[in-house]
């Protein structure tokens, strides 16, 4: 089935610093990708996506290129706010098939 | 537009009990999906319903089981609550099931406990 590795966390940043973290995926067919962030004590809410190779996915400063020939997906951040502290997941989805999470990477920033 | 709800937010069981967990998706979605996501842990997919039927499924046993309605409200009912159980139960809704672009929307969940 699919899956996706992403880098443990959490990831520690001071204010202003750059931002990356990996993600690396497996599945079958042709996936499109997300990155969605989770905010403590709430749901999920899609930071972006792209569908195609070479695509780059952007939101709120964040960016993300879907790397078909490494299977990757790193998220980017030029620079982090206090504000960008939640836990990211990334979830390849094909077809039909549901997403495929990950468990995600925490995020820390520090004033 | 409310975006997808859920209810209750919280609630407590006793192991051996039966849980229903109710999610109403955004307007204009016809496809909900349901995700455990345990402490720590990312989501792991539950069920999907369109058009009131099962469409997907994932590695959840039989005490697992949902329901769409009409108006593609779904319940998520759990029989013979674990201790394991205990986690936050995600909702999403999406327009198209068929679609790998198809945006999905998420609720705030329920976090169940089950002592």
């Known amino acids: 089935g699919d899956s996706v590795t992403q880098m443990e966390g959490p990831v520690t940043l001071s204010e202003e610093a750059f931002l990356t973290i990996n993600c690396t995926y497996t599945a079958t067919g042709y996936p499109s990708l997300f990155w969605y962030v989770q905010y403590p004590g709430e749901g999920l809410q899609l930071l972006l996506k792209?569908?195609?190779?070479?695509d780059k996915g952007s939101n709120k400063g964040f960016e993300a290129t879907y790397r078909k020939e490494t299977t990757s997906f790193h998220l980017e951040k030029g620079s982090v706010q206090v504000s960008d502290s939640a836990v990211y997941f990334c979830?390849?989805?094909?077809?039909?098939?549901?997403?495929?999470f990950g468990s995600g990477t925490r995020l820390q920033v520090q004033p | 537009d409310a975006g997808v709800t859920q209810s209750p937010t919280h609630l407590i069981k006793t192991r051996g009990q039966q849980v229903t967990l109710r999610c109403s998706p955004k307007s204009g979605h016809d496809t909900v999906s349901w995700y455990q996501q345990a402490l720590g842990q990312g989501p792991q997919f539950i069920f999907q319903y369109y058009e009131e039927e099962e469409r997907q499924r994932g590695n959840f046993p039989d005490r697992f089981s949902g329901h769409q309605f009409p108006n593609y409200s779904s319940e998520l009912n759990v029989n013979a609550l674990l201790l394991g159980d205990s986690a936050l139960y995600l909702c999403a809704s999406s327009v198209d099931p068929g679609g790998s672009n198809t945006e999905a929307f998420f609720g705030q969940g329920t976090r169940l406990t089950v002592v």
């Open positions: 979830a390849p989805k094909a077809g039909r098939r549901a997403l495929t």
């Open positions: 792209a569908t195609k190779a070479d």
